[in-house]
């Protein structure tokens, strides 16, 4: 499925995203992309171009020490290209069409535009009414399957459009998670090169994953629409594999749909802190002419060409791209608020435009009542209740950069594939919402003579976002079945439904043994011989 190599990279001095260039780089044509979903089947793939003027890869998972003889065909490169010094990265870098998430989590949060034309819709929803539990109201406990099914997470990804380098790599990759209980949201950012594996057995950047999978659709069928389905199934497997939750919705835009959005609103307003302030002089390669961003602190007004412009400036104080998340994360919120605003919804004109800009640049798999059930909580969801949540900011460290086979890549800092304490942290940062809750107190005991077996499984528990008390060893060690014991007889009920599942047992009210002290628990988890083969 993976034909493509990458070689070193080639940096071309002045080389920009969102299609903008330095002043001394002649400006690209931009051309946005629409797409949609249906099934297909993967076959072998066609020569990708990417942003960054290379081929997308296939390695194998051991690095090739010969870059330069990549296999899959020639390196396609950038004609008069020209090596320079290696331009200052963070981990983030040059984050290409960030913009366009900026737009789909606001149009993700305020759907209900949705019910004012049902023909502008279906241009958009191509769900059915079949999605998260967690959006249902007065949520049935059996209906949940695991943890994690009470939240909502929805996957955003941002392409350039046919006529751009690397056309369908997602440069943008952000999962925006809703709370539905406690109505609060987190956006969450994928780093662009972090390597990851593939179905095919090799490896390369996650950004390529998509791409990958559309083009190799596009080989057995010219179905643009499962291509793009295909491309979205392949990504989906892989952030599942890295982050430890599951996904939703998916949402796939072109960076165009961000500034109608904007211009259809009217523009938005945000308080800059001076954390966020920032001045570069940079070409606008669609305009065709200088432009000086200069945002101070302070209240300030924002058109479409200025947002776009504060979203992916490379420009950061010291926390580097941290400042460039947190600018991403003001708009979406700024956007979501103005679009909710009585005056947007007033006016007819605004609402038509806006919708007639997603029928144009955006699909998503979620269907129309789900849009409308997202808008009705979005409506209860304040700014402050919006969180960033970073994989590579102090003191959550969790993702660093390395050098394989000459490429700057991304990788977990436990090692190589190492998702373990990214899953942990990823989890209690989304924490499932009716756990959250909750928050029900857990006691886990070893009823077996397996060394370490309660510490295990209680790490195991925390990872999920469990308060999990203490762990100790049962009075015997005879336990060949595990027991559940329910101590607030059924009225933290989520927090028994999903131990259950996760058991396979059925609470029980009394403690087995008299002698058992439970202290503060509502929980107590008493681990027999079934249990241990779930931690190896």
Do not use: C
Not at 219 to 243: F, H, M, P, R, Y
Not at 388 to 394: E, G, T
Not at 436 to 448: D, F, I, Q
């Amino acid at each position: 499925m993976d034909n493509f190599k990458q070689p070193k990279r080639s940096y071309q001095r002045g080389r920009g995203v969102d299609g903008f260039v330095s002043r001394s780089q002649k400006p690209q044509q931009h051309t946005p992309v629409a797409t949609n979903f249906k099934k297909s089947t993967n076959s072998q793939l066609k020569p990708v171009q990417s942003t960054e003027g290379y081929a997308p890869s296939t390695l194998s998972l051991t690095p090739r020490q010969d870059s330069k003889a990549p296999l899959g065909g020639p390196t396609v490169r950038p004609k008069k290209a020209r090596r320079s010094a290696k331009p200052k990265r963070s981990l983030g870098k040059k984050i290409f069409r960030a913009s366009v998430a900026l737009f789909t989590f606001a149009f993700v949060l305020v759907g209900g535009i949705a019910g004012y034309t049902y023909f502008k819709t279906r241009l958009v929803f191509s769900g059915s009414s079949s999605g998260a539990v967690a959006l249902q109201k007065n949520v049935d406990p059996v209906k949940l399957k695991g943890e994690g099914d009470g939240r909502v997470n929805v996957l955003l990804l941002g392409l350039g459009g046919e006529g751009q380098d690397g056309a369908y790599l997602t440069d943008t990759i952000i999962v925006a998670s809703i709370d539905p209980v406690q109505n609060e949201a987190a956006l969450l950012s994928v780093p662009r090169d972090l390597w990851v594996k593939k179905s095919s057995g090799s490896a390369g950047k996650i950004n390529e994953v998509y791409a990958n999978a559309r083009e190799s659709s596009l080989v057995s069928s010219k179905d643009k629409e499962a291509a793009n389905k295909a491309g979205v199934d392949a990504i989906e497997k892989v952030l599942t594999e890295v982050l430890g939750i599951k996904l939703d919705y998916s949402v796939v835009a072109d960076f165009k749909g961000f500034i109608k959005a904007v211009d259809a609103v009217g523009g938005v307003q945000i308080n800059i802190t001076p954390d966020l302030a920032v001045t570069e002089q940079l070409y606008d390669s669609v305009n065709k002419k200088p432009y000086f961003l200069d945002v101070k602190e302070g209240l300030q007004n924002f058109d479409s060409t200025r947002a776009l412009y504060f979203s992916r400036s490379r420009y950061t104080s010291t926390r580097g791209d941290f400042d460039r998340s947190q600018r991403q994360r003001a708009l979406i919120v700024a956007l979501k608020e103005k679009v909710q605003s009585a005056g947007t919804y007033s006016n007819p004109v605004k609402v038509t435009q806006l919708l007639s800009t997603l029928g144009d640049n955006v699909r998503t798999d979620l269907s129309i009542n789900e849009v409308m059930r997202l808008y009705e909580i979005g409506k209860n969801i304040t700014p402050d209740k919006v969180a960033s949540v970073s994989l590579v900011d102090k003191p959550n460290i969790l993702i660093v950069s390395e050098s394989i086979n000459g490429l700057s890549t991304q990788v977990p800092k436990a090692g190589l594939f190492n998702y373990t304490d990214i899953q942990s942290f990823v989890r209690n940062s989304l924490k499932d919402a009716f756990i959250k809750k909750e928050n029900a107190t857990v006691t886990v005991l070893n009823g077996t003579s397996t060394e370490g077996l309660a510490t295990r499984r209680a790490t195991e528990l925390r990872s999920f976002g469990y308060n999990v008390l203490s762990t100790g060893n049962a009075p015997n060690k005879n336990y060949t079945k595990t027991v559940l014991v329910d101590l607030r007889s059924g009225s933290k009920k989520y927090t028994k439904n999903y131990l259950e599942k996760r058991f396979g047992v059925a609470a029980v009210t009394q403690l087995p043994d008299p002698s058992i002290v439970a202290g503060d628990a509502d929980f107590v988890i008493i681990l027999g011989t079934d249990s241990i083969a779930a931690t190896q």
